[in-house]
């Protein structure tokens, strides 16, 4: 399984500002994915990073709103743009298992959007 | 398309009771099926998965049946212990990378 580290763990940001989040993974990994939990809800994915190309957006996401940097195979950030209220959520990358089909998750980024 | 659903929470059971947490799937063909555990404060973990009809998943004394023609994987232990305290997702995946998950169960589990 792939270690995979996340931050911040939590901030509490005003609106209109922006925030990156920084996923840091112990192996290379080919791809890797940014999950949206808002409060009581299930998982969303926002999009799929693979290094070297641009990341590929879910329905309902842009990149204007969550650009995405993938600069090398261990390594990528999300930033959440001009944040409103409705972007108080977790966020979460995760990675493929090597040779599995299990996705293994950092321990996600509290965001609060005052 | 795509979904899971499943059993809508919060479950409170005392310690050493019998758990089933229900999950429901539509998927076209023949999806991987999972079951991951948010800890409080922490992230996902994978608790067990099954990738073809009649398959059981087990750990920790958690299991689930891959059932085809009820489209289920229902999440069972035996007897629960405080320290399952968590919410449960069940995902499946369909080919490719795209994993659908299931808006998840809160269980407490009370001494």
């Known amino acids: 399984s792939a270690v995979i580290s996340q931050k911040p763990s939590r901030d509490i940001c005003q609106r209109g500002t922006s925030l990156t989040i920084q996923c840091q993974v112990d192996?290379?990994?080919?791809?890797m994915f940014w999950y949206r939990q808002q409060p009581g809800q299930s998982l969303t994915l926002i999009a799929t990073a693979n290094q070297g190309s641009e990341a590929t957006y879910e329905s309902g996401f842009v990149i204007d709103k969550f650009p995405i940097s993938r600069p090398n195979l261990t390594f990528s950030t999300l930033t959440v743009s001009n944040m409103s209220p409705e972007d108080s959520s977790i966020y979460l990358c995760?990675?493929?298992?090597?040779?599995?089909?299990?996705?293994?998750f950092g321990p996600g980024t509290r965001l609060t959007v005052l | 398309g795509n979904s899971v659903t499943q059993m809508e929470g919060p479950v409170t059971l005392s310690e050493e009771a019998f758990l089933t947490i229900n999950c429901t799937y539509t998927a076209t063909g023949y999806p991987s099926l999972f079951w991951y555990v948010q800890y409080p404060g922490e992230g996902l973990q994978l608790l067990l998965k099954?990738?073809?009809?009649?398959d059981k998943g087990s750990n920790k004394g958690f299991e689930a049946t891959y059932r085809k023609e009820t489209t289920s994987f229902h999440l069972e232990k035996g007897s629960v212990q405080v320290s399952d305290s968590a919410v449960y997702f069940c995902?499946?995946?369909?080919?490719?990378?795209?994993?659908?998950f299931g808006t998840g169960t809160s269980l407490t589990v009370i001494p």
């Open positions: 995760s990675v493929d298992g090597a040779g599995t089909d299990t996705q293994y």
């Open positions: 995902a499946l995946k369909r080919t490719g990378n795209q994993f659908y």
């Open positions: 192996s290379q990994v080919t791809m």
């Open positions: 099954a990738t073809k009809a009649d």
